[in-house]
């Protein structure tokens, strides 16, 4: 499985963002993409994650409320719109894909087999 990243840019604190991620074929009925981040200097953390079959949705804390992910069955695409973009959420995100993935593991890097090229999210001041 290919991914393609796209969406990132420059914005200032407070406005939006939408990073989408396009597969390039969906292996199976529990197919599971995801977005990642790496800040400068920082270790990858997971973002979201969303699981085709049932439509099931993880968000880590820090992005609630405010990061929404989703997707498009038609295109086996999904989507992260960020809203309310503070400087601290400049990175570069990943897009991860797995044929399956239990629930426990989903923002577990190691989880996800395939990865896209990241795309790079800045905040400014």
């Known amino acids: 499985v290919q991914l393609q990243a796209s969406g990132g840019g420059l914005v200032q604190a407070g406005g939006s963002l939408r990073l989408s991620c396009v597969a390039s074929r969906r292996p199976g009925s529990r197919f599971v993409m995801a977005w990642f981040r790496q800040a400068p200097g920082k270790e990858r953390e997971f973002v979201a994650a969303?699981?085709?079959?049932?439509?099931?949705?993880s968000v880590t804390d820090s992005v609630k409320g405010r990061f929404i992910i989703s997707r498009d069955n038609a295109k086996t695409a999904v989507y992260l719109q960020m809203n309310s973009l503070r400087p601290e959420d400049t990175a570069v995100y990943y897009c991860a894909s797995s044929s399956s993935v239990i629930h426990s593991q989903l923002a577990s890097q190691t989880a996800y087999a395939n990865w896209g090229q990241g795309t790079l999210v800045t905040v400014s001041s």
């Open positions: 969303l699981k085709f079959s049932g439509n099931f949705a």
